[in-house]
Nanobody, 121 residues
Framework: QVQLVESGGGSVQAGGSLRLSCAAS?????MGWFRQAPGKAREGVAA??????AYADAVKGRFTISRDNAKKMLYLQINSLEPEDTAIYYC???????????????????WGQGTQVTVSS
Protein backbone atom coordinates (compact mmCIF):
# COMPACT_ATOMS: atom_id res chain seq x y z
CA GLN A 1 0.00 0.00 0.00
CA VAL A 2 1.39 3.39 -1.02
CA GLN A 3 0.46 6.46 1.01
CA LEU A 4 0.59 9.89 -0.59
CA VAL A 5 0.40 13.24 1.17
CA GLU A 6 0.21 16.50 -0.78
CA SER A 7 1.22 19.94 0.44
CA GLY A 8 1.99 23.37 -0.95
CA GLY A 9 -1.41 24.56 -2.07
CA GLY A 10 -2.69 28.02 -1.30
CA SER A 11 -4.32 31.19 -2.56
CA VAL A 12 -2.39 33.22 -5.11
CA GLN A 13 -3.05 35.94 -7.63
CA ALA A 14 -3.08 35.27 -11.34
CA GLY A 15 0.41 35.20 -12.75
CA GLY A 16 1.88 33.82 -9.57
CA SER A 17 3.59 30.49 -8.92
CA LEU A 18 3.25 27.56 -6.56
CA ARG A 19 5.20 24.39 -5.94
CA LEU A 20 3.15 21.43 -4.88
CA SER A 21 4.82 18.54 -3.08
CA CYS A 22 3.78 14.95 -2.58
CA ALA A 23 5.42 12.79 0.06
CA ALA A 24 5.18 9.11 -0.83
CA SER A 25 5.68 6.07 1.35
CA UNK A 26 6.83 4.36 -1.84
CA UNK A 27 6.99 5.15 -5.52
CA UNK A 28 5.06 3.36 -8.19
CA UNK A 29 6.30 3.16 -11.77
CA UNK A 30 4.12 6.05 -12.88
CA MET A 31 3.32 9.04 -10.72
CA GLY A 32 0.96 11.82 -11.67
CA TRP A 33 -0.77 15.02 -10.70
CA PHE A 34 -4.48 15.47 -11.21
CA ARG A 35 -6.89 18.26 -10.42
CA GLN A 36 -10.59 18.60 -9.87
CA ALA A 37 -12.47 21.87 -10.03
CA PRO A 38 -15.96 22.24 -8.53
CA GLY A 39 -18.55 20.58 -10.76
CA LYS A 40 -15.93 19.15 -13.11
CA ALA A 41 -14.39 15.75 -13.62
CA ARG A 42 -10.94 14.94 -12.30
CA GLU A 43 -8.35 15.61 -15.00
CA GLY A 44 -4.73 14.65 -15.36
CA VAL A 45 -2.29 17.53 -15.69
CA ALA A 46 1.12 15.88 -15.50
CA ALA A 47 2.61 12.40 -15.22
CA UNK A 48 6.05 10.90 -14.84
CA UNK A 49 7.55 7.55 -15.82
CA UNK A 50 11.02 8.04 -14.47
CA UNK A 51 12.47 10.88 -16.52
CA UNK A 52 9.71 10.61 -19.15
CA UNK A 53 6.94 13.13 -18.63
CA ALA A 54 3.56 13.94 -20.10
CA TYR A 55 1.42 17.04 -19.77
CA ALA A 56 -2.12 18.05 -20.55
CA ASP A 57 -2.30 20.58 -23.37
CA ALA A 58 -3.85 23.18 -21.05
CA VAL A 59 -0.76 23.26 -18.83
CA LYS A 60 2.14 22.68 -21.21
CA GLY A 61 4.83 25.27 -20.72
CA ARG A 62 3.48 26.32 -17.32
CA PHE A 63 3.57 23.12 -15.23
CA THR A 64 6.63 20.98 -14.53
CA ILE A 65 6.54 17.60 -12.83
CA SER A 66 9.64 16.27 -11.13
CA ARG A 67 10.52 13.52 -8.71
CA ASP A 68 13.23 12.87 -6.15
CA ASN A 69 13.44 9.11 -5.84
CA ALA A 70 15.85 9.21 -2.90
CA LYS A 71 13.49 11.41 -0.88
CA LYS A 72 10.36 9.75 -2.29
CA MET A 73 9.00 13.15 -3.23
CA LEU A 74 6.98 14.20 -6.25
CA TYR A 75 6.70 17.87 -7.19
CA LEU A 76 4.59 20.04 -9.43
CA GLN A 77 5.93 23.48 -10.23
CA ILE A 78 3.11 25.70 -11.43
CA ASN A 79 3.93 29.02 -13.08
CA SER A 80 1.79 31.74 -14.66
CA LEU A 81 -1.22 30.64 -12.66
CA GLU A 82 -4.64 31.39 -14.14
CA PRO A 83 -8.03 31.51 -12.41
CA GLU A 84 -8.91 28.40 -14.44
CA ASP A 85 -6.23 26.51 -12.52
CA THR A 86 -8.32 26.76 -9.34
CA ALA A 87 -8.94 23.21 -8.17
CA ILE A 88 -8.00 20.56 -5.68
CA TYR A 89 -4.74 18.99 -6.82
CA TYR A 90 -4.09 15.32 -6.18
CA CYS A 91 -0.98 13.20 -6.30
CA UNK A 92 -1.48 9.68 -7.65
CA UNK A 93 0.47 6.53 -8.38
CA UNK A 94 0.10 3.41 -10.48
CA UNK A 95 2.14 0.48 -11.72
CA UNK A 96 -0.07 0.26 -14.81
CA UNK A 97 2.26 2.38 -16.85
CA UNK A 98 2.15 3.28 -20.48
CA UNK A 99 4.49 5.22 -22.71
CA UNK A 100 4.00 8.13 -22.44
CA UNK A 101 2.81 7.96 -18.83
CA UNK A 102 -0.97 8.06 -18.51
CA UNK A 103 -3.06 11.10 -17.69
CA UNK A 104 -6.29 9.17 -17.15
CA UNK A 105 -7.45 8.88 -13.56
CA UNK A 106 -8.92 5.39 -13.77
CA UNK A 107 -5.53 3.66 -14.17
CA UNK A 108 -4.20 5.18 -10.97
CA UNK A 109 -4.94 3.23 -7.81
CA UNK A 110 -3.10 5.25 -5.16
CA TRP A 111 -4.32 8.73 -4.29
CA GLY A 112 -3.54 11.44 -1.82
CA GLN A 113 -6.13 13.60 -0.06
CA GLY A 114 -5.48 16.64 -2.22
CA THR A 115 -4.34 20.21 -1.71
CA GLN A 116 -6.41 23.26 -2.64
CA VAL A 117 -5.12 25.79 -5.14
CA THR A 118 -7.10 28.99 -5.52
CA VAL A 119 -6.14 31.61 -8.09
CA SER A 120 -7.73 35.05 -8.01
CA SER A 121 -7.82 37.46 -10.93
Amino acid sequence: QVQLVESGGGSVQAGGSLRLSCAASGFTSCMGWFRQAPGKAREGVAASLGSITAYADAVKGRFTISRDNAKKMLYLQINSLEPEDTAIYYCAGTNWCTYPPPLVANVYNYWGQGTQVTVSS
